[in-house]
């Protein structure tokens, strides 16, 4: 059976009504509900719901400054909305690198601490943010434990998220937190990040570009004409004692089944290279054929494709936590997902 972490609290992040630039906003509820549906009924997953584990392992990855900042802004940003009723409060005037004046206004906070208007904030965000992180760290807690795999259902996802700034529907950068969480408890031994999301996982990234301690892995869409856009080269590879540690493999739209598995094969060598005693997943389902999110030219990965993709990763033969990212496509959502799980039961 494989264990799969779940909280009924991401509900409360309810973005389901909202439109940004006139586009449904695609990170909605439905995601992980049909992902704990589709688990639930497969006969090989067993459900369990997060432990808390307080403040400390986001102080690991998060400055405590940011940590405040989610924690208050929808309270303190309220009043200042320019939609009332049901409207999140969102960031419209960022902070350029470089700016000398700290407005303590929401805004200004807004500006500081969020890169894009993908992150709204609702009443219950913070607390869906909160519940998702505890899932993960708990799917950690498990591996610790002896589980040789565990699966955290994490809504929002949160491989965008940087230190000290949220974008693209992530707040907290759920596998980073593990990675420290996991290295804290070895003494520092290696750690890698196998991130198989659609798109580029800048925040993992560059919360360790300068770590020898965790590789950070990443296939996905050639960033030229796909978000996150300012991050993803292959060229991007770490820095000081980091360098080599950070391994980029954009691919381009239309990358099939077998041009991904050609990839992920010359990737998971680099890992067994590596040598770490910790696997984690960041798993997107978005390399799915016909993501919504996509927005030059979708990957045509089919569910023998995820199949394949799992069974790969599975035969590294390391403690694995998988966390769940993106994925958007709800008519093939369950499909993919429990195709790429399969091969952990
Ligand atoms: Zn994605």
């Known amino acids: 059976m494989l264990k799969v972490v779940h909280d009924p609290r991401h509900l409360v992040h309810d973005t389901s009504a909202l439109t940004i630039h006139g586009q449904p906003f695609f990170e909605v509820p439905a995601r992980a509900e049909i992902l704990r549906t589709a688990l639930a009924e497969s006969g090989w997953c067993s459900l369990v719901g997060p432990e808390a584990h307080g403040r400390g392992p986001l102080e690991a990855v998060h400055t405590p400054e940011y940590l405040d900042f989610l924690a208050s802004i929808f309270e303190a940003g309220a009043p200042f909305r320019h939609t009332l009723g049901a409207a999140p409060v969102l960031g419209d005037t960022f902070a350029p690198p470089g700016t000398r004046f700290r407005s303590s206004h929401p805004w200004a906070q807004l500006g500081r601490f969020t890169f894009d208007i993908e992150v709204p904030f609702y009443p219950g965000t ?56 996991l290295q804290q408890r070895h003494g520092g031994m290696r750690v890698a990040i196998l991130d198989i999301d659609f798109h580029h996982g800048n925040g993992t990234q560059e919360i360790f570009y300068s770590d020898p301690g965790v590789l950070y892995a990443s296939l996905h869409a050639d960033p030229d004409g796909e978000y996150p856009f300012h991050w993803g080269g292959a060229d991007e590879r770490g820095e000081g004692a980091g360098l080599g540690a950070n391994l980029n493999v954009p691919l381009p739209a239309g990358t099939d089944d077998a041009r991904y598995l050609e990839a992920l094969d010359d990737t998971l060598a680099s890992i067994r290279e590596y040598a770490p005693i910790f696997l984690i997943v960041s798993a997107g389902f978005d390399i799915g054929v016909g993501d919504p999110s996509v927005l030059t030219g979708d990957f045509k990965i089919s569910p023998e494709g995820f199949s394949a993709i799992g069974r790969r990763v599975r035969a590294l033969d390391l403690p694995t936590v998988i966390v769940q990212e993106g994925g958007y496509r709800l008519e093939t959502l369950a499909a993919n997902a429990t195709a790429f799980l399969s091969a952990f039961r």
């Open 126 to 181: 913070w607390v869906a943010v909160s519940a998702s992180v505890e899932c993960a760290l708990t799917a950690a807690d498990l591996v610790l434990g002896g589980e040789r795999a565990a699966y955290a259902l994490c809504r929002p996802p949160g491989h965008h998220a940087l230190s000290a700034r949220a974008g693209g529907y992530c707040y907290l950068n759920n596998a980073a937190i593990v990675a420290r969480f």
